[in-house]
Structures are given as structure tokens and as C-alpha cells.
């Protein structure tokens, strides 16, 4: 104990001679684990929905190793005997000179009443997080999901988050969902850039299932800090999922599989298999009666409106919507298009654009006056400016036909699923101080299959 308390006072004297004022978060704060510190403290506390809509996952990291991973809750804290729950932790080191390790804890609540609002705190005896809440959503179909739903948001120049935690806290939101690029890079800094994002969004995510797909940013070490700190549904190490929210069926994508082939194309082919088998399902007419909407999330778009993109080039061709270079496989335009899915988001570009309905680079408006009222292709929307370091992106002079609306604000999408027939969309400006700079209605009154 002595020697440890020698060491962080050496360190200190170490680092006012090494350079200025403020010195004392940053022993505590940067590199702690070369001093050794002992940390059981609950952080970067985050949810997600479970394989079941009436189970949440609670995830947070210690910088030291508790015996246990638990948490309490109740629907009141204070007053109500709290349920302990049990789970698991796991070690993860990243893959950088330091190799800095943190253990990532997960405990499902399972089976929570529906459209019921708990308060719970995780850790274990050796340390508690703050109390938290969230509301479990409505049982069934017929209710109006709210989301917030962006890309490419850092630690650094987050410029929306403010505002994200303001609407979350005033209860707007049902789920997040974050379009990949986490951080600027979760990686940086031998992965202490990843751990002040998290703690940054905390805000936000331990209040409200907080849903992502992977982006290019997140690709060191085979994707290994996106891997260990996010635990979305199924067993695909959060690559690809799926999920249903209200009339919504939700599927989430990784495009990275399409780019980094280094880690291995049985992704891809596993990925695509697996695409075929949940829109099929999804788009049975049973499950389109009960649930019509499908909408798709996955980072890097089909159609770019910056010539810029080294894959956006001007063939203006993506390895996403064609399918591998040459030979063509695995294409998603294709799939999307046979399964009849109504909206696919996108990001990966610092901007906001809202496409036409459009199929092969041709527009499919349902018609002239109402191009979004039973439209006869998807509609992509690219939702890439939330905030990050590398900071916006210029259009091409020449927008091309089927870009309906642009916007170089920083700001985020907003989705209301009002049900079976009536989506609305809005893009949030922070620029603006949260005006609505661009807002749609999606009518259909049948959903399917467009054709192929
Ligand atoms: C964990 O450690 C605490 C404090 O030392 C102890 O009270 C508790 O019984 C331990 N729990 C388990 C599951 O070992
Ligand atoms: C990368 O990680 C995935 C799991 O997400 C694994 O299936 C794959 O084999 C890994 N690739 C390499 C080259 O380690
Ligand atoms: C689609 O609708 C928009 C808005 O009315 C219109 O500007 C555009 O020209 C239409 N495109 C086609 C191909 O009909
Ligand atoms: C669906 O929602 C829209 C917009 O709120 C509303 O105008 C319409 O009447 C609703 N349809 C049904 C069947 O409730
Ligand atoms: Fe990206």
C-alpha cells in the first residue's frame, strides 16, 4: 500500500516537472493501470435489447477484476425489495503496445414486464454504478417506437451528443441506433480513446438500449474493441442482427465484411446467408400483417453523393450494393430490393441525404406529387454527422438525380414508426440550435417483395 502510494506520488512530481497544471486527473485518469491502481468501479455503463424484447442487457467495465457481475433492480430503488441478477465478465485486452485490459461485464435482465420503467445499479460488492433507469417497451405490435439514429460520432468534436442526452433524459426515445464509426478510433491511445466515448455516452446509453452496427473506424485488431464492449443480440459478436420494435422489424448489418477480407470472407458469406434467411422471414406474409415495416442498418452506403469515397468513385459503384468487385457476389442492392425492404440508413459519409426511392441508379417515386406514398423501390437515408474529429464532407458539385434532400449540418435522424402504414423522419440540426431542417412522411399501405 505504501509503495503504491510512493509510486503515484512519484509519478505526479514526474509529470508536474513533464509539463503543467492539471496533473492530478491525469494520474488517476490516463494511465492508471502503470501505477496499478486497484478500480472496481462500475463504468461506461450501456444497454441493449436481448434476444427477447422483455430482456435487457446491462454491460459496463471495471479497470480491475470483481468476483462477481451483478445487478440490482426494482421498479422502485429506494422502496421495493431489488432483484439481483447474475452474469458474466470477461477479460479484454487491446490489441495495442500496452496491451490495457479491462474486464467487460454482462448481465441479462430477462423476462421484464412490458412498458415498465425500472431503476437498476450494476457492479458488484466491491462497487456499485450510480442508479440508473429505462423502460422496457409496449408488448406486441401496436405502439409508436421513437428513435434517434446517427453515424460517425467520436469522442472528440461529438457535437450532437449534448442534445442526445438532453432528449434521452426528457424520456424521447425508445432505442438508440449508432451507424457504426465509434470514438475516432476506440482503438487510439491504446484504447483509452474508446473508454472516454463510452463513458461520455453513458448519458445517453444507460437509459436507453443503445444499438450499433460496425464502421471502417472500428476495424484494428479484427474489430476486437467493438467486439468486447457492445453485445447486441444473437451470437454474431454483434456483427449482424436483427430485432422487432413495435410494427418494425430492425436488421443490422456489418459492411466491413465487404472490405477488410483480411479477417476472413467466411464472414461475408456467413452474413449474407444469414441476410437471405431473416428478410425472407421477416417478409412472410404473416409477418408483415403483424409487423410491416423493414428497415435495414448497416455504415457504409450504396449511393454516395461525394466523389470523394475511394469506393464512391466515378464509376460510382459499391462493393455493397454490387457485390464483390468482378465476380459481383453477395450484393445487397438485390437482396434488399427482392425482400421489399422500405428503408435502409446508412452513414459513413459527415453528412445528412435523403435518396429517392431508387433501385440500379433509376427513381421509383410512388408518384411525381407523392414520390414516399407507396414507393416502387427503397429509400436510402444517409445519417453520417453526428460529430466527429475528421469533421464534415463536402457534396460533389454536381448532386446526382436521385438526391432528394442534403444537409452539411451536424445533427441526427429522427424515426417515429407511428404504425403499419405511417412513418415519420427528422433530421435535427445542432447547427441550428434543433430546428427540423428536413421532415418526411414513408405511407404504404402494402408491403413486399418490389420485383426480381
Ligand atoms: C466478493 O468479495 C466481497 C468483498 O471481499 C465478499 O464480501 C463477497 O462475499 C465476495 N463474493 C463472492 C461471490 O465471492
Ligand atoms: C475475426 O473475428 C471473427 C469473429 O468476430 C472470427 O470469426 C474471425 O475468424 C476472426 N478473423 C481472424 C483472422 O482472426
Ligand atoms: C420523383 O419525385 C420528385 C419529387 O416530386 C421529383 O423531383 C423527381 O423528378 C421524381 N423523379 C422521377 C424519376 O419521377
Ligand atoms: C397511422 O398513423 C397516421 C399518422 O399518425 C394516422 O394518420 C393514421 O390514421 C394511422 N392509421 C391507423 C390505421 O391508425
Ligand atoms: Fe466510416
Known amino acids: 500500500m505504501e ?33 496499478s491502481i486497484v478500480h472496481y468501479q462500475p463504468e461506461q455503463v450501456h444497454l441493449a435489447f436481448g434476444d427477447s424484447l422483455r430482456d435487457i442487457t446491462v454491460t459496463w467495465s471495471t479497470r480491475s477484476s470483481p468476483n462477481a457481475s451483478l445487478v440490482n ?38 423476462d421484464l414486464e412490458p412498458d415498465t420503467r425500472y431503476e437498476y445499479s450494476c457492479g ?27 453515424g460517425d460520432m467520436g469522442n472528440e468534436n461529438a457535437q450532437s451528443l449534448g442534445r442526445l442526452q438532453q432528449d434521452t433524459e426528457r424520456g424521447m426515445y425508445d432505442a438508440i441506433i449508432h451507424v457504426g464509426d465509434f470514438a475516432y478510433d476506440m482503438d487510439t491511445d ?26 471502417n473506424h472500428e476495424e484494428k485488431y479484427n474489430f476486437s ?21 413495435g410494427p418494425v422489424h430492425f436488421v443490422s448489418f456489418s459492411t466491413e465484411v465487404y472490405y477488410f477480407l483480411n479477417y476472413g470472407v467466411k464472414l461475408l458469406t456467413k452474413q449474407f446467408d444469414w441476410l437471405e434467411r431473416d428478410l425472407a422471414q421477416a417478409n412472410l406474409p404473416e409477418n408483415r400483417a403483424k409487423r410491416p415495416w423493414i428497415i435495414t442498418y448497416g455504415h457504409r452506403p450504396m449511393y454516395c453523393s461525394d ?24 450484393g ?87 404504425n403499419g402504414t405511417h412513418l415519420h423522419f427528422e433530421q435535427v440540426s445542432d447547427d441550428k440550435d434543433g430546428d427540423i431542417v428536413d421532415s418526411f412522411w414513408v405511407i404504404k399501405d402494402k408491403h ?3 420485383g426480381l
Open 3 to 35: 509503495s503504491l502510494q510512493h509510486l503515484l506520488l512519484l509519478t505526479s512530481l514526474l509529470l508536474v516537472a513533464g509539463g503543467g497544471i492539471g496533473f492530478i486527473p491525469q494520474v488517476v485518469g490516463a494511465d492508471q493501470e502503470e501505477v
Open 73 to 110: 433492480y426494482a421498479r422502485n430503488y429506494a422502496k421495493d425489495k431489488l432483484i439481483v441478477m447474475k452474469g458474466t465478465w470477461q477479460r479484454f485486452v487491446d490489441g495495442g503496445h500496452k496491451a490495457r485490459q479491462q474486464y467487460v461485464h454482462n448481465v441479462i435482465l430477462r
Open 124 to 150: 458488484s460488492e466491491l462497487g456499485w454504478s450510480p442508479v440508473f433507469s429505462f423502460k422496457t417497451p409496449p408488448a406486441g405490435e401496436n405502439w409508436s417506437p421513437s428513435l434517434a439514429i446517427f
Open 190 to 215: 491504446n484504447a483509452a480513446v474508446g473508454d472516454a466515448f463510452m463513458r461520455q455516452i453513458e448519458t445517453v446509453s444507460a437509459y436507453v438500449p443503445y444499438m450499433v452496427c460496425p464502421g
Open 225 to 245: 474493441n467493438y467486439r468486447a464492449r457492445f453485445n447486441m443480440p444473437g451470437e454474431t459478436d454483434s456483427l449482424w442482427y436483427s430485432f422487432d420494435l
Open 307 to 330: 466523389e470523394k469515397e475511394y469506393d464512391c468513385d466515378g464509376k460510382l459503384e459499391t462493393y455493397i450494393r454490387q457485390g464483390l468487385p468482378l465476380i459481383k457476389w453477395f
Open 332 to 418: 445487397l442492392e438485390d437482396l434488399f430490393y427482392k425482400h421489399g425492404v422500405d428503408v435502409e440508413i446508412f452513414a459513413h459519409e459527415h453528412f445528412y441525404t435523403r435518396l429517392w426511392p431508387i433501385y440500379d441508379f433509376k427513381v421509383h417515386n410512388g408518384s411525381v406529387q407523392q414520390p414516399y406514398r407507396n414507393p416502387k423501390a427503397p429509400i436510402h437515408i444517409i445519417t453520417g454527422s453526428a460529430g466527429c474529429k475528421e469533421e464534415r464532407e463536402p457534396f460533389s458539385n454536381d448532386l446526382p438525380a436521385w438526391n432528394a434532400f442534403h444537409s452539411n449540418d451536424y445533427g441526427y435522424t429522427r424515426l417515429k414508426a407511428h
Open 448 to 450: 413486399g417483395s418490389y
